[in-house]
């Protein structure tokens, strides 16, 4: 009889994590709004189902005599249970970030200098921002030292202030939005670069631009959208993006001149928005795409692409001890939650957002993060010159 329980035991651990990566990847494939929400709805009934039918097979006779679908589907998941989630949870606790990157965080908590009322809006999530432990109303400040091989030396000191996933809806309030925005608009940066999902509610596009003009890059901002704002009325959104001083790079190449060199800059919110073609990529002596799903990294290292800014994966929104995050919409379900990864040429930073549909984070604090990049070449110690900051001050 224990003998039955372990089983079981096992088998449903095994089967949450075919849950979980079969939602984690058809969240990635561009369904919209009320096809994913059945679609999530068609999952959660397969695994009631093949739970019932195991456990049904499990007390009335032995393994060897079960038909041969439920004796796989039940192997399969002993073997995620066993060997899956073991290997991958030690897999990712060797993970490093790649070589050249340092960090400054600085964390401020909202709810403790404001009071938790008024960040609260009234919508019908807005119950979940008053769970206890909830950590939606911590930012995290991070400044980061960047490395790049291919950063042109003249660039050396270049600042990029990334925002993403900021989600207004009226689950939060509007006045959480604007002490975020707030705190984003001290931190100084030559560009501004926001990577997608902005709305969550319609009546929330008029807030675009009273909060997102608050912040302005000293060269330039820049924006594409993501999945959520594709539910709601995209064309607004991005109307009152360029109202706000953002220039819009949903589908689109931009170039930006800097001390004499070219800067390619590219966007995408693909699957959900237009694919950014590489075949329109103009020449510069740096790349930098902004892609809402990190999805794209291994398309972006074929490309050639120097940097890549993406959100989406909020860091998973809950971390679990020692295993870290379990839900996450992606192709590669939970390889790409947060901070940086490199494929050949193209480094990728994931941000964890600022807020989310489902206003929760227990181990996954909202951030905003500042890339300071520096050229490898300085760094070695082949070059003595001034860099950027310096030339500016």
């Known amino acids: 009889m224990s003998q039955d329980w372990v089983f079981l035991a096992l088998f449903a651990v095994g089967q949450a994590g ?3 990566v079969s939602v984690n990847v ?23 189902v093949m739970t ?11 393994w060897s005599t079960w038909p041969w679908p439920a004796s796989a589907y039940a192997l399969a998941c002993l073997a995620i249970a066993l060997v899956g989630l073991p290997a991958t949870t030690l897999a990712r606790s060797f993970r490093r970030q790649p070589p050249g990157i340092s ?5 401020i908590d909202l709810a403790q200098r404001n009071g938790t009322e008024v960040l609260i809006g009234r919508g019908k999530r807005a119950w979940m921002l008053r769970l206890p432990g909830n950590e939606a109303f911590r930012l995290r400040k991070r400044d980061w030292d960047v490395v790049l091989p291919s950063l042109p030396i003249a660039w050396d000191g270049l600042s990029l202030l990334q925002i993403s996933d900021l989600h207004f809806s009226p689950a939060y309030s509007r006045r959480f939005f604007e002490l975020m925005l707030d705190e984003a608009a001290t931190v100084e940066a030559d560009l501004v670069l926001f990577t997608g999902d902005l709305i969550d509610h319609d009546a929330a596009i008029e807030w675009i631009v009273p909060l997102l003009s608050r912040i302005e890059g000293r060269l330039g901002s820049y924006a594409i959208l993501g999945n959520h704002d594709y539910d709601h009325d995209h064309l607004r959104t991005r109307q009152a993006l360029v109202e706000a001083g953002f220039t819009d790079l949903e589908g689109r190449w931009a170039t930006l001149a800097i001390e004499g060199l070219t800067l390619a800059l590219g966007g995408t919110s693909a699957p959900w928005g237009p694919r ?8 510069a002596d740096f790349r930098l795409v902004l892609s809402h799903s990190p999805d794209l990294l291994p398309k972006a290292a074929r490309w050639g692409i ?3 800014l993406s959100g989406h994966n909020h860091g998973g929104q809950v971390r679990l001890p020692v295993i870290g995050p379990v839900f996450m919409p ?9 901070d940086f990864f490199r494929t050949g040429p193209t480094l990728l930073h994931v941000s964890q957002g600022v807020a989310a549909k489902d206003p929760i984070r227990y181990g996954c604090v909202p951030e905003i993060s500042r890339l300071t990049l520096r050229s490898a070449c300085l760094r070695q110690g082949s070059v003595h010159e001034g860099d950027l900051a310096t030339e500016r001050s």
């Open 26 to 48: 058809t969240h990635a494939l561009g369904f919209r709004g009320r096809i994913m929400d059945w679609i999530k709805v068609l999952l959660l009934a397969l695994t009631l």
């Open 330 to 338: 992606s192709l590669y379900s939970r390889r790409f939650d947060r």
């Open 18 to 20: 075919v849950l979980a």
């Open 276 to 283: 950014l073609d590489p075949g329109l990529m103009p020449d």
């Open 306 to 308: 120097d940097l890549m």
């Open 103 to 107: 960090v400054r965080d600085a964390e």
């Open 52 to 62: 019932a039918v195991i456990a049904r097979e499990a007390s009335r006779k032995p």
